[in-house]
């Protein structure tokens, strides 16, 4: 059964970083393409970064263009998602998610396999 399990999340004040982490279980992580998504209270979830499984080719969101990293480390099957510069607007529960496609996308429709999220919360 796979699982992915996220971790990483927390308080930060405006200006600062952290880093998630996607732990997959269950299945060979070089065999996944995984996004990142974000939903904020009373807004739509969001594709926020992804990597794909066959070159580790990258997408962002516009908005955290510049500010977020993306990565994988497929012997340790996880994915981290570097978020530096947060600001109150990234304030949201985060989710990892996976499919077996070999490109990553920023629709979540796409993913089959989800995590249950962790909370990051910009504030001062």
């Known amino acids: 059964q796979v699982q992915l399990v996220e971790s990483g999340g927390g308080l930060v004040q405006p200006g600062g970083s952290l880093r998630l982490s996607c732990a997959v279980s269950?299945?060979?992580?070089?065999?996944?393409?995984i996004g990142w998504f974000r939903q904020a209270p009373g807004k739509e979830r969001e594709g926020v970064s992804c990597i794909s499984r066959s070159d580790g080719n990258t997408k962002y969101i516009d908005s955290v263009k510049g500010r977020f990293t993306i990565s994988r480390d497929n012997a340790k099957n996880t994915v981290y998602l570097q978020m530096n510069r947060l600001n109150p607007e990234d304030t949201a529960v985060y989710s990892c998610?996976?499919?077996?496609?070999?490109?990553?996308?920023?629709?979540?429709?796409?993913?089959?396999?989800w995590g249950q999220g962790t909370q990051v919360t910009v504030s001062s």
């Open positions: 998610a996976g499919t077996r496609g070999l490109y990553c996308s920023l629709y979540g429709d796409e993913y089959y396999d």
């Open positions: 269950g299945f060979p992580l070089e065999h996944y393409a």
